[in-house]
């Protein structure tokens, strides 16, 4: 009897999520791990590990990763919104936490280590917030007197000093980009759109001017001095995706790996263009278009401006996040620690960007489950 039931709600849950979308991600998932043999084995030998350490943390964050975005894609909208308010208060709580027990590497204390494990609390805060921002504005499009953008400015005001002293200023303008895209598009007048933009930019040069990483990293930029460390990676970079030309040089062939400290994570990009080839870098470029294409037309077909407003947000994260990484690897942003999606190394963000799936896959399926399934 109770393999029936399991039956009919495996059913059903297939029958409403978009099974297109879900075979893009499993699609990423499976490259990643591919790419994940290829390029990480030299790494781990030249830190001190195994030569499939990180393999291995990669394999078994995978598994996780899918049970995620099953179990929360099966949620209905309103379980979704309790369920980041929830998720927000708990990583507020552990970036403060990080701030006093925090792993500190290169400089800045992101991680957190728990047990033999450590994550990174800042990227779940990611997905959490955007639901509750997509709430918060929607709720003002329904009813003009409920303050919902003024709600979600104190909820994006209250994490971004925490990122700020870790410091991370990529996630700070992640999460602030998300947040003035979903204004955006949800209908905003003129006046506030520019308003808000020109208080960003002043950020932007406030930022610079205060934290020497970031002026650090914008100045070698522009400077492009041949004895600095970024622009040594992203020659180097540039020299992969040469080498590999259209066909790549095959699988473990590639050199950049062994010369690019974060060959497996910021610039993993390089290492797929040298040992895969232009074919591979497209295919994957490909996949994710078609995935945020995707997911925007499900999204429209919905009357609901919380699920259009949410499911966007989680889409310019993303796409964000693939724009930075891929530009990173090829000179044409300041080199920015960013990973690529289900294919770099890094299981806090392989299990954020799977809550992130979920919620969307949660927010753009057939409305046929039951309050049964959770």
């Not at 990227?123 to 997509?134: C, D, H, N, R, S």
């Not at 891929?326 to 299981?347: A, D, E, Q, V």
Request: net charge positive; proline share 4%.
């Amino acid at each position: 009897m109770a393999n029936q039931e399991f039956d009919s709600l495996l059913k059903r849950w297939v029958l409403s999520v978009d099974r297109m979308l879900l075979f893009v991600i499993l699609s990423i998932i499976s490259i990643g791990i591919w790419i994940s043999i290829a390029s990480t084995p030299s790494v781990a030998l030249k830190l001190g590990f195994p030569p499939f350490h990180f393999v291995k943390k990669h394999v078994l964050a995978v598994p996780i990763a899918i049970f995620l975005i099953v179990f929360i894609s099966c949620f209905q909208a309103k379980h979704i919104r309790k369920f980041s308010i929830i998720g927000y208060v708990l990583c507020l709580l552990l970036i403060i936490a990080t701030l006093f027990f925090g792993v500190e590497t290169k400089g800045a204390r992101r991680w957190l280590a728990i047990s033999k494990l450590s994550i990174q609390p800042s990227e779940f805060l990611k997905p959490t917030l955007t639901v509750i921002t997509a709430w918060l504005i929607s709720e003002q499009y329904m009813d003009r007197k409920f303050p919902g953008i003024l709600i979600s400015i104190v909820s994006i005001l209250i994490p971004i000093p925490l990122l700020l002293l870790q410091p991370d200023v990529g996630m700070t303008i992640i999460i602030i980009g998300t947040w003035f895209g979903q204004l955006f598009i949800s209908g905003l007048s003129i006046f506030m759109i520019g308003t808000f933009l020109i208080s960003s930019l002043a950020a932007m040069a406030g930022l610079y001017f205060t934290f020497p990483h970031f002026t650090d990293r914008i100045d070698k930029f522009i400077t492009n001095s041949d004895t600095d460390v970024d622009i040594y990676q992203i020659k180097k970079s540039i020299e992969a995706f040469k080498n590999g030309g259209l066909f790549g040089k095959g699988p473990g062939e590639g050199v950049v790996k062994t010369l690019v400290p974060d060959s497996h994570s910021d610039f993993v990009f390089a290492v797929i263009g040298e040992e895969f080839g232009f074919i591979m870098c497209f295919a994957i470029v490909f996949l994710f278009v078609v995935f945020i294409t995707r997911a925007l037309v499900k999204a429209m077909q919905s009357s609901s401006i919380f699920i259009f407003t949410a499911v966007f947000g989680i889409l310019f994260q993303i796409a964000l996040q693939v724009l930075i990484n891929i530009c990173t690897s090829l000179n044409l942003i300041p080199t920015k620690g960013m990973t690529l999606p289900f294919i770099s190394y890094g299981g806090s963000s392989m299990l954020s960007t799977a809550i992130s799936i979920g919620v969307l896959l949660a927010l753009t399926k057939r409305n046929t489950l039951t309050k049964e399934i959770l």
